[in-house]
């Protein structure tokens, strides 16, 4: 197969360290991975193989397809979203779901359960059960592996952090679950209180930071981006869709492999920046669906066929761009070769 003129780098050594640092960062509690959305965009099956490697034990994805493509390796995975009636009859036998409502809790009983976790509603009203409900007996004779509960704003010092572990502190014995799970990345960083008995990060496993607390982890991603060609554009001229750039001199432009339709979205437009070796390689002009432009006078020897990186440092991007670091990651497209190294 010939390979993709667009490939993300994947550094296999920076997850690894990655999720051993917030490991340590959890103290007594084991530590997780989520792994959803194909491993936040980096594929699912080479994180947790290499995470597995790396001694971790507890996989959340968010469906049932996400937990079959990880049915092979080994590993425990928890589905986040439950058990709809059409799950029941395809379920591999490493995968468990996180039960998130009544309903999903009597469809589980009824089809003989089995372990299973649970996600206790504390304050993000979005999936969970209610603290009432487990007080009403909802729960009662069920196997739970994990209690879960998840965090509205622990990228921020708020006051509802505090009470969201209040409540979530209170069901402890309340319920047949060997184990209690609160934080995802930026709740570990929240400190000890937080931690309970297994951490839950995403997005600190691939480079994302919020917190002092996050200080040592490293990028994992940096997608690179072929040369189409290379041009001189004339003073005065404009460069890309809609004429918002004109050149103020007479420069030098490289057309990239690469646009909207990659998840290089249109905010890098005139914003974004790549990079061959030190050279920094602005974008000029708009992002089109499937090419991009940089001006490449600091990289004269640079030409059609070479490679360049992109800046993707997961906060300062975002702070560029105005998406989450989260967006950055998860709309990195399917053109991408995805290569560990
Ligand atoms: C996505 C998710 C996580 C991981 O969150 P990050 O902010 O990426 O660390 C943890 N728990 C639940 C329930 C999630 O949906």
Redo the contacts with the bound molecule.
């Keep these: 197969m010939n390979c993709s003129p667009l490939r993300l780098r994947l550094d296999a050594a920076a997850l690894a360290a990655n999720w051993t640092l917030l490991a340590g960062l959890s103290g007594r509690a084991a530590c997780g991975a ?1 792994v ?1 959305a194909n491993g ?1 965009g980096l594929g699912a099956r080479g994180v947790a193989a290499r995470l597995a490697a790396a001694g971790c034990r507890d996989f ?1 994805v ?1 469906t049932w397809a996400e937990a079959r493509e990880l049915a092979d390796l080994g590993v425990a995975v928890s589905v ?1 979203h439950g058990v709809r009636a059409e799950d029941m009859a395809d379920r591999p036998p490493n995968a468990r779901p996180v039960l998130a409502s009544a309903e999903q809790v009597r469809r589980w009983r009824e089809a003989g359960g089995g372990g299973c976790d649970v ?1 206790v509603d504390t304050g993000m009203n979005r999936l969970g059960v209610a603290p009432e409900q487990v007080s009403a007996g909802l729960l009662d004779g069920l196997e739970i592996d994990t209690l ?1 509960s ?1 965090l509205v704003s ?1 990228d921020e010092e708020v006051p509802l952090n505090a009470r969201q572990r209040d409540r979530f502190a209170a069901m402890a014995g309340r319920t047949s679950a060997r184990r209690m799970s609160l934080a ?3 709740g570990i960083a929240l400190g000890p209180d937080y931690h309970f008995d297994l951490t ?5 496993l691939y480079g ?1 930071r919020y917190r002092s607390g996050h200080a040592g982890i490293r990028q994992v991603v940096t997608p690179e981006a072929q040369i189409l060609q290379r041009r001189r554009v004339a003073a005065g001229e404009t460069i890309g869709y809609n004429a918002t750039y004109t050149a103020p001199r007479e420069m030098e432009v490289a057309i990239l492999n690469l646009g909207y339709a990659d998840g290089y979205l249109r905010c890098f437009s005139n914003r974004g920046c790549g990079r061959a070796g030190e050279a920094a390689l602005p974008v000029v002009g708009r992002v089109s669906m499937d090419l991009t432009a940089l001006c490449v006078d600091a990289a004269p020897s640079l030409g059609e066929g070479d490679w360049v990186a992109i800046d993707y440092d997961l906060p300062e991007t975002a702070a560029l761009s105005g998406l989450s670091q ?1 967006e950055l990651l998860t709309g990195l497209g399917a053109r991408f070769d995805r290569i560990w190294e």
Aim: no cysteine.
């Design positions: 989520a959803k936040y959340f968010a986040l996600m879960l998840h622990a995802n990345s930026a839950r990060p995403g997005i600190a994302g989260y």
